[in-house]
């Protein structure tokens, strides 16, 4: 059964880092796009960052460019977001979410379209002092 888990939420300050993680079972990583999404009460769901495990593309969202980094360990089955710089506009669920594909067109897509075939329960993050 394919299954995506999120752990490293949690309460910073702002200024702060945090390091989100999304382990992968029942599917390997290769010819995936992995994508990281948050939620903020009253808002919709956005994408933050995507990866596609295969080639390393990357995309980012505009409000973390320079902040945020996602990599991917295919090995472990995981994929890491390192949050640096939080801001208090930064709190939300943060999910994890797989769609099939690779390269940056699928990267791009996924992230912008807010699409996944399967997803996380996701992790709670809030920056506040």
């Known amino acids: 059964q394919l299954q995506l888990v999120e752990s490293g939420g949690g309460l910073v300050q702002p200024g702060g880092s945090l390091r989100l993680s999304c382990a992968a079972s029942?599917?390997?990583?290769?010819?995936?796009?992995i994508g990281w999404f948050r939620q903020a009460p009253g808002k919709e769901r956005e994408g933050v960052s995507c990866i596609s495990s295969s080639t390393g593309s990357t995309y980012y969202a505009d409000s973390v460019k320079g902040r945020f980094t996602i990599s991917r360990d295919n090995a472990k089955k995981t994929v890491y977001l390192q949050m640096n710089s939080l801001k208090p506009e930064d709190t939300a669920v943060y999910y994890c979410?797989?769609?099939?594909?690779?390269?940056?067109?699928?990267?791009?897509?996924?992230?912008?379209?807010?699409?996944?075939?399967?997803w996380g329960q996701g992790t709670q993050v809030t920056v506040s002092s």
């Open positions: 979410a797989a769609e099939g594909g690779f390269g940056i067109t699928r990267v791009q897509a996924m992230c912008v379209m807010t699409r996944g075939d399967y």
């Open positions: 029942g599917f390997t990583l290769d010819y995936y796009v």
